[in-house]
């Protein structure tokens, strides 16, 4: 699975912006697709996720309510619509795909992007 990362960039506080990421490969395989962020010397933090089965969302309690995670299927593409950015919402922005499998013990995947710049100035 190889995933491709754009819409990121500078927005003044209060402002939008929209990310995108393509799956390529082997997409069927895919159970769920996310954004994660780090910014300088914190650890890496999911911000949202979305199932491929059912479609249901997960968010981090920070971007409640100002982050929307969508996704196109037939695209292979989810996007991140952020609105009322924060200057604290500034990090690198990782799309991340999951592929879970069963021998029969769970295993865990994890595919990602290259990531990239989100900055919010105040």
């Known amino acids: 699975v190889q995933l491709a990362e754009s819409g990121g960039g500078l927005v003044q506080a209060g402002g939008s912006l929209r990310l995108s990421c393509t799956a390529s490969?082997?997409?069927?395989?895919?159970?769920?697709m996310g954004w994660y962020r780090q910014s300088p010397g914190k650890q890496r933090e999911l911000v949202a996720e979305?199932?491929?089965?059912?479609?249901?969302?997960d968010y981090a309690d920070s971007v409640k309510g100002r982050f929307t995670i969508s996704r196109d299927n037939a695209k292979n593409t989810i996007y991140l619509q952020m609105n009322s950015l924060k200057p604290e919402d500034t990090a690198v922005y990782y799309c991340?795909?999951?592929?879970?499998?069963?021998?029969?013990?769970?295993?865990?995947?994890?595919?990602w992007g290259q990531g990239t710049q989100v900055t919010v100035s105040s």
């Open positions: 979305v199932t491929s089965g059912s479609g249901s969302t």
């Open positions: 490969g082997t997409t069927f395989t895919i159970s769920s």
């Open positions: 991340n795909a999951v592929r879970l499998w069963f021998d029969p013990e769970i295993h865990r995947d994890d595919y």
